[in-house]
């Protein structure tokens, strides 16, 4: 039994629209070892990218408790989350959300501000995360000068240059073409396989799944487990 | 300083708007030191007035003159050190528009008073003794090229001579300055005996009187003592601090610090509202940029510091160009004005106060925006984009 990465109990969301509640997630437990590679599918509005950003520490449980690497997430305040997230956990988003103004190098640098890190180090650690996802030579374009699949992988190396452990991607190929999806796919398996990364990946697609170790589908903010090879 | 990168590249995320914001920026500043720099000249005289002197004027108004008997009175009235006496003499050299102040003055006397005012003492004495003798600022021998043994010719506009003529010769045996940076020079001092003796009317009457007081007397009572003395005759006085008196000359020309001030606080108005709309519509426009920013660990109040210093930035890159130009313009304009406005000047305390209002106003445009964007759900802002 490998040890365990992130750990969801009893967990609860609800979300109160005026007078109506929104049950989203119904006292959901989970956990993720460290190393999985899961895909996470379900209809529209079944909750999944709610559960993701209580893992991502991005939210927090109406009821029960999110732990992920030790920390305790749902307990914790405001700013000790935002210090969590510089370091712990690297988001890729269907939408890429690159800041359009910055260079691709500049946009992968980002997360380095928030350390003590020198502007040299900064520059030397952005260039070895383009290199890992194959953008090196891109490193002063723009986003608007990539395309979806570039800017795709602008959007990972972001993701893991502060070398965090855990990755969570909301669709990330819900915007790309085929054989750019399999790519950015195989990146992301290789990000697992190779540098270790435990990745979380919501999907709407069963291709895409087939990449993850296991795949979990969610219903109505409940989950079912279905393991794959 | 590491955020600097992040908030240049945004504040230019339109280049048009940013570019248009910082041109009106820079518009309301370069006028803030145009206004300030005249302003300036206005106040100058207050400024660098004496608290131990005093004035005696004419209770009706400053254009009736004294009797020249006055100033022993004066004198040796209790409290008062010295005194002397001065006139107005209101003509120009060559051309109308060359106007600048001439006084007749007892010109030993003169300069014992105004210690502020430096000369050559060889320079004093051979004024005083030469009948025409002249004494003028720097300024003004600069800007007329005057040299010592020129001979100069004022035309006058008020006294005639006594033979009819209205040119009044003088010869240059002195050149002045001020040891005060902010002290102007730009008038011309010459003896009052020659003006007395010439002139075709007036004799034996002095424009106004200006007396130090003795150490430790108390300027009110002086005054009062001397306007008591003179009370019910028919030249009665009225008798101020040299400050009341310099102002009192600069409000003939309007109440130009209100309009000055009034004109300033209209541009800031605007200039708040320009920018505070400006960072509005920016922060508006990238509600997910920021909050992928905070998704990556960026804390609420770092996002505030960043569009705060991004609406401070815009300002000040706006405020600093305008300041740079005006500071040139005043430069030019104090050069050409140095004999009608002397004072033209563009203070320290202006230019941090300029800069005080910039980052004033950088944080009220910003402040709302900002707001709004540290208080941004990072869950609602990602679901919306
Ligand atoms: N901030 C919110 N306030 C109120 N309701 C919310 C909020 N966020 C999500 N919901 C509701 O929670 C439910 C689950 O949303 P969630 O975004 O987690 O679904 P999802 O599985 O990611 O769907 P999709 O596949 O469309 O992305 C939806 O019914 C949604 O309307
Ligand atoms: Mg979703």
Redesign the interface.
């Known amino acids: 039994m490998a040890e365990i990465l992130a750990k969801l109990e009893g967990v609860s969301r609800v979300y109160q629209k005026g007078k109506e509640r929104v049950d989203v997630l119904h006292e959901l437990d989970l956990e993720i070892e460290k190393g999985d590679f899961l895909a996470l599918m379900g209809p529209s509005g079944s909750g999944k ?1 709610t559960l993701l ?1 209580l893992l ?1 520490g ?2 927090k449980p109406t009821a029960g408790t999110v732990s992920v690497g030790g920390a305790t997430l749902s307990s914790m305040s ?2 000790q989350l ?6 712990h956990v690297g ?1 890729i ?1 269907q ?1 890429y ?1 690159l ?4 260079t691709a190098r ?1 946009n992968v640098e ?2 380095l ?2 350390t003590n890190m020198s ?1 040299k180090e900064r520059s030397k650690r952005a260039s070895l995360a383009l290199e890992i996802v194959g953008l090196a030579d891109r490193a002063n374009h723009r986003p608007r000068e990539l395309s979806g699949g570039q800017e795709q992988r602008v959007a990972i190396a ?1 993701a893991i240059v502060s070398d965090p452990q855990l990755l969570l991607c909301d669709e990330p190929t819900g915007d790309l073409d085929r054989s750019t999806a399999d790519e950015i796919l195989g990146l992301l398996r290789s990000l697992n396989a190779d540098h270790g990364k435990t990745i979380i990946m919501v999907t709407h697609d069963a291709q895409a799944a087939n990449y993850a170790r296991r795949t979990l589908h969610m219903d109505k903010g409940k989950l079912e487990t279905r393991a794959t090879a | 300083m590491k955020y600097f990168g992040l908030i240049w590249k945004n504040a230019w995320r339109k280049k048009i708007r940013t570019s248009l914001t910082i041109l009106s920026v820079l518009v309301a500043f370069l006028l803030f030191a145009l206004l300030n720099a005249i302003g300036y000249a206005f106040r100058a005289g207050e400024d660098v007035s004496s608290a131990e002197r005093l004035v005696v004027i004419h209770k009706i108004s400053l254009i009736n003159p004294l009797p020249i008997s006055y100033e022993a009175r004066i004198a040796s009235t209790p409290g008062v050190a010295e005194v002397t006496h001065a006139s107005w003499f209101g003509g120009y050299y060559q051309e109308k528009r060359n106007q600048f102040a001439q006084f007749p003055v007892d010109i030993k006397e003169y300069f014992a008073l105004y210690p502020e005012l430096i000369i050559a003492p060889e320079q004093l004495e051979a004024a005083a003794q030469n009948r025409i003798g002249t004494i003028v600022g720097h300024e003004l021998a600069e800007q007329f090229g005057w040299k010592l043994g020129d001979r100069i010719p004022i035309q006058a506009t008020i006294w005639t001579k006594a033979d009819g003529g209205r040119t009044w010769e003088f010869e240059l045996e002195g050149i002045m300055r001020s040891n005060d940076p902010r002290g102007s020079t730009a008038f011309m001092l010459f003896n009052h005996d020659y003006f007395d003796e010439a002139r075709a009317f007036g004799k034996g009457t002095a424009g106004w009187y200006v007396l130090r007081i003795a150490p430790g007397a108390d300027p009110v009572e002086v005054a009062n003592a001397i306007d008591a003395q003179f009370a019910n005759s028919p030249n009665e006085t009225e008798t101020s601090t040299e400050a009341a008196f310099a102002a009192s000359f600069a409000k003939q020309f309007g109440n130009i610090a209100m309009i000055v001030q009034l004109i300033l606080g209209a541009v800031f108005f605007t200039l708040l509202l320009v920018a505070g709309n400006t960072m509005s519509q920016s922060v508006r426009e990238r509600i997910p940029e920021l909050a992928v920013l905070k998704t990556l660990g960026f804390r609420d109040s770092t996002v505030l510091g960043i569009v705060l210093s991004e609406s401070i930035l815009i300002i000040a890159l706006g405020g600093l160009l305008g300041l740079g130009i005006g500071w040139v313009l005043v430069q030019g304009m104090a050069q050409q004005l140095s004999a009608s406005l002397p004072g033209v000047y563009l203070s320290p305390q202006a230019l941090l106060l300029a800069v005080g209002i910039m980052i004033g106003a950088g944080i009220f445009a910003g402040f709302f925006p900002a707001l709004k964007a540290m208080r941004l759900s990072i869950v609602d802002a990602l679901a919306r984009g």
Do not use: C, E, I, M
């Not at chain 1, 935002?82 to 370091?87: I, P």
């Not at chain 1, 800041?99 to 910055?102: I, K």
């Open positions: 990218t950003n991502g991005l939210d405001n700013s935002s210090n969590w997230r510089a370091t988001f988003f939408f959300n800041l359009p103004v910055l500049k980002l997360p501000l928030l502007a972001r």
